[in-house]
C-alpha cells in the first residue's frame, strides 16, 4: 500500500513529554499532547510559577529524520485573547537525540506558525524545547504556551509563507 513508508513526510511526534503542565481549569486541560493535536484551540502550558524558564517539550518520533526544521505555533493560539494575556516562548533552545543543541529567537507572532531553520540537518527521533525567555502576557497569571509544534521538511521550508527564524548551533 502506499503508506509504507512515510519517511520524513511523517512530521507529527507520535508523543510529547513536558516537564511540568499547568492545573485544568473547567474543562480545558494543557498537557504536552496538546501541543501535538494539530488543534489551534489547544495549547502546552507550562506548570511552574512564573514564566516557565527552564520548563520543556519533548516530542519522540516514530522513527530517526533528517530534520531540517521546525514549525512552530507559539503562544496560545485559540483566540485573540488567550494568545494576548499568555506568556509566549521568546528565546527557545533545541535539545536533539545526538545531544547537539541550537538555540534560536522566537517572533511574538499570532498569525499561525512560523518555522526554524535549522543551522545544520538534524538525523533524530527526539527534539527537546525549552524555554530560556519569554514575551510577557497581559493577565495576572502567568503562563508560557507553545500550541503546535511538529517537523518541517526541506519542502515547506522553501515554499511556506510562514517565517523563517534561523538557529544557530550552541
Known amino acids: 500500500s502506499s503508506d509504507e513508508d512515510m519517511g520524513p513526510e511523517n512530521t507529527e511526534a507520535v508523543s510529547a513529554k513536558a516537564s511540568s503542565v ?14 501535538i493535536d494539530n488543534s489551534y484551540k489547544t495549547a502546552w502550558v507550562e506548570g511552574i510559577s512564573g514564566e516557565g524558564i527552564g520548563e520543556s517539550l519533548s516530542l519522540s518520533f ?60 538534524k538525523d533524530t527521533s527526539k527534539v527537546t524545547l525549552e524555554i530560556v525567555s519569554a514575551y510577557a502576557g497581559d493577565d495576572e497569571d502567568i503562563d508560557t504556551c507553545i500550541t503546535e509544534v511538529r517537523l518541517a521538511d526541506k519542502t515547506e521550508i522553501e515554499e511556506s509563507k510562514a517565517p523563517k527564524i534561523k538557529a544557530k548551533a550552541k
Open 22 to 35: 499547568r492545573a485544568p481549569i473547567d474543562n480545558n486541560s494543557y498537557d504536552a499532547d496538546k501541543a
Open 62 to 121: 516514530d522513527n530517526k529524520y533528517p530534520i531540517e526544521g521546525i514549525y512552530i505555533a507559539n503562544g496560545y493560539q485559540k483566540s485573540e485573547s488567550t494568545y494576548n494575556g499568555n506568556y509566549r516562548v521568546k528565546e527557545l533552545l533545541l535539545r536533539f537525540g545526538d545531544g547537539s543543541e541550537e538555540t534560536c529567537i522566537l517572533k511574538d507572532y499570532k498569525d499561525g506558525g512560523q518555522i526554524i531553520v535549522l543551522s545544520e540537518p
